[in-house]
């Protein structure tokens, strides 16, 4: 081995979405949000996306991909007409997939988050807005340090408005000249949104999680981003 890129290797390896974390399953008092105290103990999140869907009648909801769903999940929450965020897996086929199993890259599932939203106050075209700024989506299955299918840019229409708005939104961009590279971003079926085991809920918020390196070095920058560029529609407590 070359011992001049040992530092380096160690770096890059402890600058990853998915280094350090808890076992699956594990839970803390400062990472357990409501979604662990609900029904369905066999689901990793212990949760469905229909009793979630209750919780919220009033609101219209959109999933999307980009990434650690940590990154996504705090940049989304910060928005003003923003009723909640919840980390998951979205575009793949198996029942119940686990944190482990996507992890491993071996499954069709993304990292993705689940918007519910207030219409009344944001719309679906503002929220692709705030998704093309919270990531890179010109790069092919991987977002920096994460590599793999998981981490893949996807938006998952939950009707044709929203696919027709998606498709519209990528081809201004690819026109405008605002990213040096085309969009990678793929528009999928969105199958069944599986909500993730408890201690991925908030993650960014807890500033007692193991992986506060990558939170710092990787997150940070993008929710910063996301928070500067969209500084007019925050809500009142993220307003410097």
């Not at 770096?11 to 357990?32: F, I, P």
Request: aromatic share 12%; with cysteine; proline share 5%.
């Amino acid at each position: 081995m070359n011992y001049l890129l040992l530092p380096l290797l160690m770096a890059l390896s402890l600058a990853a979405c998915d280094s350090q974390r808890n076992s699956v399953g594990t839970t803390t008092s400062e990472t357990t949000p409501a979604a662990a105290t609900a029904s369905d103990a066999q689901l990793a999140g212990g949760i469905t996306i229909e009793e979630l869907d209750a919780k919220y009648p009033d609101a219209e909801k959109a999933y999307f991909a980009g990434g650690c769903f940590w990154c996504t999940e705090a940049s989304f929450t910060r928005i003003q007409g923003v009723e909640d965020v919840y980390s998951g897996y979205a575009g793949g086929t198996a029942d119940n997939p686990t944190y482990k199993q996507v992890s491993s890259g071996q499954t069709e599932y993304a990292e993705a988050i689940v918007v519910y939203y207030d219409p009344n106050e944001i719309t679906y075209d503002k929220l692709l807005d705030i998704f093309f700024v919270a990531h890179d989506p010109t790069q092919v299955d991987r977002q920096g340090p994460d590599i793999g299918t998981q981490y893949r840019s996807a938006i998952f229409p939950l009707n044709d408005e929203q696919r027709q708005q998606a498709e519209a939104k990528i081809a201004k961009l690819n026109g405008s000249g605002k990213f040096d590279q085309e969009i990678a971003t793929t528009i999928e079926d969105y199958g069944t949104f599986y909500v993730a085991e408890a201690y991925h809920q908030n993650y960014y918020e807890d500033p007692t999680n193991p992986n506060q390196g990558y939170v710092q070095s990787v997150s940070r920058p993008k929710v910063e981003k996301v928070m500067k560029e969209f500084s007019d529609i925050l809500k009142p407590e993220y307003r410097q």
